[in-house]
């Protein structure tokens, strides 16, 4: 945050100015550090219409990468933890998480710990992050430990961006694809279909379905577009709630393509995440807990805390995994099962999430490589049907005008 102030040098010379700082106080030091006695300091207060609107922007996954990772840097310097969490805060670009950095360097100088200021903003934080600051703190060695969720968030990123861009492409042809449906069927068709019916005393029968589907959306249409624009808008409300994100997941676990894609994904993310927290040495058990949560879904929660439960009581984790193989298949728990015996578990773990992130980015270009053909089909059967139409139309046009 922004103060203006009012100070006197040593020779009792009059500075105005502004200075940026997390806290009254540090901008009265960051003042005294430059020979400067500050004698009026207050927060500088923007007009409205000056402030930049953050309420809405979220912090991105790129953005938490490069504090983590510039945090990390600084305590491994030597950066003492106020001071470079502040300087994190003044670095970032992300308008809220610069104001959530400030707030945690207000937090760790009034001696709360870092893990504990971290769980105040769950919403930017997630447990798994929380969870590895707290080992990090008990272990002395956070600078490390920052430097693995910086790491781990970067191959989420990096993954992410990769399964982004390889659906980009079919959005744009699906895109395209109903602009071009949305052209032909309410622009270009209709007005050739009403300049080929005023020559026409009886239009061939193609022609007379064009017709109809014409007078059908121009009396029905804005009626059907209002019905199905409520259905979506009433899907999506329902399907924010927390009873419909259930429900939504467990419906898209069930259907053939996305079912399978999604149990890929969450299996590439649960295996990194076991492997990331076992490596840094938290108790199999514990990590089961916090990649339960990190998961996101509840059905694979719910698993998750059962083998949690079964490894607490003695059984291996991959005879516990091996009870649960509606969500954990076999190769997943044959492959920790040999990360056992070699003891190796987090290599193997890390071994496992990296082929499902392959195996994941593999079906994704498959759906990319077999959509492209299937929309280009169905575009050229609907353009094809309603040339095929016109043309016969003025050819029987013009046959009927040549036997006249």
């Given amino acids: 945050m922004k ?61 938490l990468v490069f504090a983590t990772r510039e945090l990390a840097i600084m305590f491994r310097s030597g950066v003492p933890f106020v001071e470079a969490i502040s300087s994190v805060a003044q670095e970032t670009q992300n308008l809220k998480l610069k104001e959530i950095f400030f707030e945690l360097a207000k937090e760790v100088k009034s001696g709360s710990s870092l893990s504990d200021a971290l769980a105040r903003y769950p919403e930017v934080f997630s447990s798994f992050y929380i969870s590895m600051v707290k080992i990090g703190e008990i272990s002395g060695q956070l600078p490390q430990v920052l430097e693995s969720i910086a790491e781990y968030l970067e191959r989420n990123y990096h993954f992410t961006s990769r399964i982004r861009g390889a659906l980009l492409y079919p959005t744009i042809v699906i895109f395209l694809v109903l602009v071009v449906v949305f052209l032909i069927f309410f622009i270009v068709g209709p007005k050739l279909v009403g300049l080929i019916a005023t020559m026409e005393k009886n239009p061939p029968f193609s022609l007379q379905i064009l017709l109809a589907i014409k007078e059908f959306f121009k009396n029905w249409g804005a009626l ?45 993310r649960f295996g990194k995440t076991l492997a990331t927290l076992i490596s840094a040495g938290v108790p199999i058990a514990e990590a089961l807990e916090v990649g339960s949560d990190v998961i996101g879904e509840n059905i694979y929660k719910d698993a998750i805390l059962t083998v949690k439960e079964a490894v607490q009581a003695g059984e291996s984790l991959s005879n516990a995994l091996k009870k649960e193989q509606m969500l954990f298949p076999p190769f997943f728990w044959e492959m920790i099962a040999v990360g056992e015996k070699t003891g190796n578990l987090s290599k193997t773990l890390l071994s496992v999430s990296e082929f499902y992130e392959k195996e994941l980015e593999r079906k994704i270009e498959t759906f990319s490589t077999l959509v492209e053909p299937v929309l280009i089909i169905f575009v050229g059967i609907i353009v094809g049907l309603l040339v095929i139409t016109v043309f016969n139309a003025i050819y029987s046009s013009i046959s009927g005008w040549e036997g006249i």
């Fill in 224 to 268: 059907l577009f209002l019905f199905f624009s409520g259905i979506i808008v009433s899907l999506t409300v329902y399907f924010e709630t927390p009873t419909g994100k259930e429900e939504f997941k467990r419906i898209s676990l069930k259907l053939p393509f996305l079912g399978s894609f999604l149990k890929t994904a969450y299996l590439a």
């Fill in 3 to 63: 103060f203006n102030y009012q100070a006197r040098t040593k020779e009792g010379e009059i500075r105005t100015g502004q200075i940026e700082a997390f806290s009254k106080e540090a901008a009265i030091a960051i003042l005294q550090k430059y020979g400067l006695y500050p004698t009026f300091i207050e927060e500088a207060k923007r007009p409205f219409y000056a402030r930049e609107i953050y309420l809405f922007r979220k912090v991105s996954l790129k953005d």
